[in-house]
């Protein structure tokens, strides 16, 4: 076996750690509770940019607390290219967390970019946005992005996500972009020379 791992084994991966390493709760009411906390953040902030930008920065904290539980449950080492990370994204990450698998798509000439394309989203469940919402430019699973941004920054990856298309606004499709900005570096707590 090589040192990277191939698509077919972080899918295997994936659906193992799934079945057998994670604990789970109620699809609906976990559905329900993120419509929940939406409408509250679009009552206090009256202003779909604004639930946008807390919808993020909530997904962002929660990635930062979520790289720690994924690493120990998956076993899986440090990616040695970014193309590794995005399939480690897409087929162990989403589906040890959702039960979901989105497809790692169109890639830049680099490999700098990609997207993730979901057939299916777990979080617009019974949902259904208002006209205003739709033209607010509410992007109701923004939460996503921060989770992706919040978990690879934890391990040394700066990247921005973003929504481009959601089948909830009406689109064909439910579509993240992914982009890698800079590798960090390792940083070494202040007074531990």
Not at 148 to 162: D, I, K, N, P, T
């Amino acid at each position: 076996m090589s040192s990277t791992p191939s698509v077919k084994q972080y899918k295997a991966l994936g659906d193992e750690v799934w079945k057998s390493k994670v604990d789970k709760i109620n699809a609906e009411l976990f559905t329900l509770t993120y419509g929940s906390m939406v409408v509250q953040l679009v009552k206090d902030f009256e202003d779909y940019g604004e639930v946008n930008k807390q919808l993020e920065k909530m997904g962002y904290n929660i990635g930062q607390r979520m790289i720690e539980d994924f690493l120990a449950r998956s076993g899986i080492g440090r990616c040695s290219e970014f193309r590794d990370t995005a399939e480690a994204i897409s087929k162990v990450g989403f589906k040890m967390f959702l039960n979901i698998t989105p497809t790692v798509t169109n890639w830049s000439s680099d490999y700098k970019e990609f997207s993730l394309v979901f057939d299916e989203n777990p979080l617009t469940d019974f949902v259904e946005l208002p006209d205003e919402a739709l033209e607010g430019g509410l992007w109701y699973s923004n939460v996503y992005c921060g989770v992706l941004r919040g978990a690879l920054e934890m391990v040394q990856m700066q990247v921005e996500a973003h929504f481009v298309s959601d089948s909830l606004r009406g689109d064909d499709s439910t579509e993240i972009r992914v982009k890698l900005v800079r590798y960090l570096e390792e940083e070494v707590p202040v007074g531990e020379d």
